[in-house]
């Protein structure tokens, strides 16, 4: 009899993460198409962060690792993942596992932290460890107002720093894209809305959404 | 860091809010009386409750702002802009929220003999398309000659009246039909009307981003959702 899985790994699969919310397929956070996750929550509380809704450690639902993964492959066509937040790293066995079955699938993962690389190798932690050798893309660092600066890919402020930690992608990939914003119109008649932009012109937006809808 | 929220406009979703709460309202009240008037009764209260509420989410949104940006002072414009959205966010979940509850005490077995419920339909184009959809297009449409419209399906006649105090359509369904008919027919209104409001505010995205020569990039829909991107 062929033995599918250890009990540990079964328990695992089974194990709960908490994330703020997800995007099946977006293209504005990171290289290509991807699965996009805010985890919940952040320690960091950075001035002028977009996303404090993601601060608190008990918010958002849970989700299992296994309903995750049916979510991801839900869109096969995705170039991979990104695990934003909130602070990813918050929530490191669990996503570990998520990010080794993506890896599998020779899909890429993109993680951003508020942590710098440095501060995550001396934790010390093994399971920090093992996280980092699933990412493939970390984009690094808190989000400092004062140098916010929209003019690369995906991060908010200069300090943040791009880190190549396999041979998936490199700086000449990154060059190649732009900042955008994407606003989800949905069924149930929520309107989502997420990508980079300045504060300008995210309220220039939804101001346009706001206004009263008359058919 | 990426930007991420929630929306759902408040005007669009406190007439959806109306709509259940009418209905509710109406239908419950139908249960006691079965008669016109009762119905007519109820209508009024269900408005009433509709503007308390839409006053109450309004009110909440304003109070949340102020909070957010008296705790951000320290120059924090990012998230002062952003507050709004994100109150009005959070309070137009629950409101959904509250709305589906009231849904789910209506038992399906009632008999509405007559009700009136306040849609959201200005357009009378949509509404026909809305109901014809409903039906599987088996219904018959007739305009009468005071301008309302009479749907024709199922045995049951559904009257759409433009109200000239809203100025939409109101709903009145006469002959015997059970309340999970009646809400099946809401549903198609709703499911409509969402689509219509979806087509505006996509209308104003678009607008809006070629007046501040922004690209859009993509227009698409996947699975009922539509994506339109733009690059800044």
């Known amino acids: 009899m062929k033995r599918l899985m250890t009990n540990a790994s079964f328990q695992s699969f089974y194990k709960m993460m908490r994330i703020h919310s997800y995007v099946n397929i977006t293209s504005a956070e990171g290289p290509g198409k991807r699965f996009c996750v805010w985890m919940q929550g952040c320690r960091q509380h950075c001035v002028g962060c977009y996303n404090s809704e993601t601060w608190p450690l008990r918010g958002g639902s849970t989700i299992t690792l296994k309903k995750l993964l049916a979510i991801y492959e839900k869109a096969p066509e995705n170039e991979g993942v ?48 093992a996280f980092l050798h699933q990412i493939d893309l970390l984009i690094d660092g808190p989000y400092i107002q004062a140098l916010q600066d929209f ?35 949905q069924s149930d008649g929520k309107v989502r809305v997420n990508g980079i932009a300045d504060e300008a012109t995210i309220e220039s937006i939804i101001k346009v959404m706001e206004n009263k809808v008359r058919i | 860091m990426s930007f991420y929220t929630t929306i759902i406009p408040h005007a669009y979703m406190g007439r959806l809010a109306a709509l259940y709460t009418n209905y509710t309202a109406a239908a419950n009240v139908v249960t006691e009386t079965a008669n016109a008037t009762a119905t007519s009764t109820a209508a009024t209260a269900a408005t009433s409750t509709t503007a308390a509420t839409a006053a109450t989410s309004t009110t909440a949104a304003t109070a949340a702002t102020s909070t957010s940006a008296a705790t951000v002072t320290a120059a924090s414009t990012a998230f002062a802009a952003t507050a709004l959205p994100i109150a009005v ?39 026909i398309e809305a109901m014809f959809r409903y039906s599987n297009n088996q219904c018959e449409a007739t ?14 006649d559904y009257f759409f009246t433009m109200s000239k105090t809203t100025g939409y359509y109101d709903l009145t369904v006469s002959n015997a039909g059970t309340q999970t008919q009646v809400k099946r027919c809401i549903d198609a209104i709703q499911h409509e009307y969402i689509s219509a409001v979806k087509d505006e505010i996509g209308r104003r995205v678009i607008e809006s981003a070629e007046r501040h020569q922004w690209k859009v990039e993509s227009d698409e829909t996947i699975d009922d959702e539509r994506i339109i991107s733009i690059v800044l």
């Open chain 2, 89 to 127: 966010s959070v309070l137009a979940v629950l409101t959904a929220g509250m709305t589906y509850e009231m849904i789910k005490d209506v038992k399906n077995s009632r008999t509405c003999h007559e009700l009136t419920i306040a849609t959201v339909f200005p357009d009378k184009d949509r509404l």
């Open chain 1, 151 to 185: 003019s690369r890919p995906w991060v908010g402020s200069s300090n943040q720093r791009y880190h190549f930690l396999t041979e998936r992608y490199c700086q000449a990939d990154i060059a190649a894209y732009v900042n955008k914003l994407e606003i989800r119109l």
């Open chain 2, 143 to 156: 305009e009468l000659q005071d301008g309302t419209i009479r749907i024709r399906y199922g045995g049951q």
């Open chain 1, 82 to 129: 990104t695990l934003l937040g909130g602070e990813p790293f918050l929530q490191p066995k669990p996503l570990e596992q998520f990010c080794q079955l993506v890896h599998k699938k020779g899909k890429s993962v993109v993680v951003f932290t508020g942590y710098t690389l440095e501060q995550l190798l001396q934790m010390g932690n093994p399971a920090v460890d």
